[in-house]
């Protein structure tokens, strides 16, 4: 069993570069973290820089002002943020390292019993066109292209997230331990070419 620890913290009534700018460093290590933002409108990817900006194709800048929900992530950890009121929402880093000095309020942390590694394999496949250096193209008919942040996709090619489920025990405050084990936390890993 890999037993780890998912550490987690949380900041209210935030913007969403706020807490990309206060979870930057945390999301930090091999290759740039991806975002995916939701709109009413679209699901775009992006990037973000080591300057603490969200860069999409070409290093176009999305407006974030129109996002409901976002998620950051990379190997060393995922950023949560999911619009409130006003252009401000609640944000919630996960991570397996410490991310006690990142955003200013403790989420009670989950020790687990095992992880499990998946990937999710997105709609469209690789149309050999890239929009922007690092960047390749994905169609399929029902959606029809999206832009990802995966270098050298093939024609035909299929790109997936990848992910992490966390399992612990089930049992709830003031019951029983039955030994019931399920998915308690995921989070996205990084993207790659399947």
Same mark, same amino acid.
């Given at each position: ?14 913007? #969403?570069?706020?807490?990309? *700018? ?19 409108? /679209? ?9 603490? &900006?969200?860069?999409? @194709?070409?290093?176009?800048? @999305?407006?974030? $002002? ?8 990379s190997? /060393?950890? &995922?950023l949560?943020?999911?619009?409130q009121?006003?252009?401000r ?13 990142? #955003? ?7 020790? *687990? ?7 999710y ?8 066109? $890239? ?7 994905? $169609? ?10 995966? @270098? ?5 090619? $299929?790109?997936?997230?990848?992910a ?7 049992? *709830?405050?003031? &019951? ?7 998915? #308690? ?10």
């Amino acid at each position: 069993m890999n037993q780890v620890v998912l550490f987690a913290r949380a900041a209210e009534a935030v913007t #969403l570069q706020e807490a990309v *700018t206060q979870a930057a460093a945390a999301l930090r290590g091999d290759g740039a973290p991806v975002a995916i933002l939701y709109t009413p409108r /679209q699901c775009r990817l992006a990037v973000l820089t080591p300057e603490g &900006e969200l860069r999409g @194709p070409a290093g176009l800048m @999305p407006d974030l $002002s129109e996002a409901f929900e976002a998620r950051v992530f990379s190997g /060393q950890g &995922e950023l949560r943020w999911l619009h409130q009121a006003d252009g401000r929402g609640r944000a919630v880093l996960l991570s397996e390292q410490d991310i006690s000095r990142y #955003l200013a309020e403790p989420v009670p942390d989950l020790t *687990t019993v095992a992880i499990k590694d998946h990937e999710y394999l997105l709609w469209g496949k690789g149309t050999g066109a $890239s929009p922007a250096a690092g960047w390749s193209r994905l $169609s399929a008919a029902r959606i029809g292209t999206l832009d990802v942040p995966v @270098p050298d996709v093939k024609d035909g090619e $299929s790109v997936c997230l990848r992910a992490r489920e966390y399992l612990a025990l089930a049992a *709830t405050e003031g &019951e029983e331990d039955h030994g019931n084990v399920a998915v #308690l936390e995921e989070r996205l890993l990084g993207m790659g070419v399947r």
